[in-house]
Nanobody, 125 residues
Framework: VQLQASGGGLVQSGGSRRLSCSAS????????VAWFRQAPGKERELVAV????????SYGDSVKGRFTISRDRAKDTAYLQMNSLKPEDTAVYYC???????????????????WGQGTLVTVSS
């Protein structure tokens, strides 16, 4: 399976952006899809993760209440709706898929087997 992330770009502080993660090949054959991000000089961190079959989701503390992860099983696509964006949200965003089931425990990169290329989101102040 190959993952393709898209939707990044420049957005003003307080604005919104939606990222997409499309799976090709065998689709979302794994159980969960996540968004991670990496800001310059910082470690990659989990933003949100969703379990494909029932939509159960978990979020990083810094984005709770502002970001929403969702999926469209028919399209093999996951989304990250980002609202109330802040300059500190500026980062390269990556999507990944893995076979974990308990979304609240899936915060580490090594828990994901497939990764898409990153898409840059820049939030201007």
């Amino acid at each position: 399976v190959q993952l393709q992330a898209s939707g990044g770009g420049l957005v003003q502080s307080g604005g919104s952006r939606r990222l997409s993660c499309s799976a090709s090949g065998r689709g979302f054959i794994n159980y969960t899809v996540a968004w991670f991000r990496q800001a310059p000089g910082k470690e990659r961190e989990l933003v949100a993760v969703i379990r494909i079959y029932d939509g159960a989701a978990s979020y990083g503390d810094s984005v709770k209440g502002r970001f929403t992860i969702s999926r469209d099983r028919a399209k093999d696509t996951a989304y990250l709706q980002m609202n109330s964006l802040k300059p500190e949200d500026t980062a390269v965003y990556y999507c990944a898929s893995g076979r974990g089931l308990i979304v609240s425990s899936l915060s580490r990169e090594e828990q994901y087997s497939h990764w898409g290329q990153g898409t840059l989101v820049t939030v201007s102040s």
